[in-house]
């Protein structure tokens, strides 16, 4: 996917390219991400859909609930919810970053 070391770096356009490329993957895996967490407390809280998105994002985001849980099943779901969010935000950090982090030590390494 990204070039060798011994390759010439990439234009600008194939690298703007790999960079979309990222951002609709990073977003893809939110949005999946986001849906899970909806369909969870819709139906393992019994939230409203509007609620349910409202905690799912903000468990998603970092922020935590904000209904209060009430079923065991919910609670549990959360949990796993929240662990699960905290990997999500790991690995889109690492697909915005990668690209941008790999063209400036590509660049760097060019001279050798």
Same mark, same amino acid.
């Given at each position: 996917?990204?070039? &060798? ?11 703007? &390219? ?13 949005? !999946?991400? +986001? ?8 139906? $393992?809280?019994? =939230? #409203?859909?509007?609620?349910? =998105? $409202? ?10 609930? *904000? ?9 549990? /779901?959360? #949990?796993?919810?929240?662990? /699960?969010?905290?990997?999500?935000? =790991? *690995? *889109?950090?690492?697909? =915005? *970053?990668?690209? !941008?982090?790999? &063209?400036? +030590?590509? &660049?760097?390494? +060019?001279?050798?």
């Amino acid at each position: 996917m990204y070039e &060798r070391h011994n390759q010439p770096l990439i234009s600008r356009k194939a690298f703007i &390219r790999r960079l979309l490329i990222h951002v609709l993957l990073a977003s893809g895996l939110v949005i !999946v991400s +986001l849906g899970a967490g909806i369909l969870g407390y819709h139906f $393992l809280e019994n =939230l #409203s859909w509007i609620d349910a =998105l $409202l905690n799912a994002s903000m468990i998603l985001g970092g922020m935590g609930p *904000v209904n209060t849980l009430t079923t065991d099943a919910g609670k549990v /779901f959360a #949990s796993l919810y929240a662990l /699960f969010s905290g990997m999500v935000f =790991l *690995v *889109v950090a690492g697909l =915005l *970053v990668a690209p !941008v982090a790999h &063209r400036i +030590l590509h &660049r760097m390494h +060019l001279d050798k």
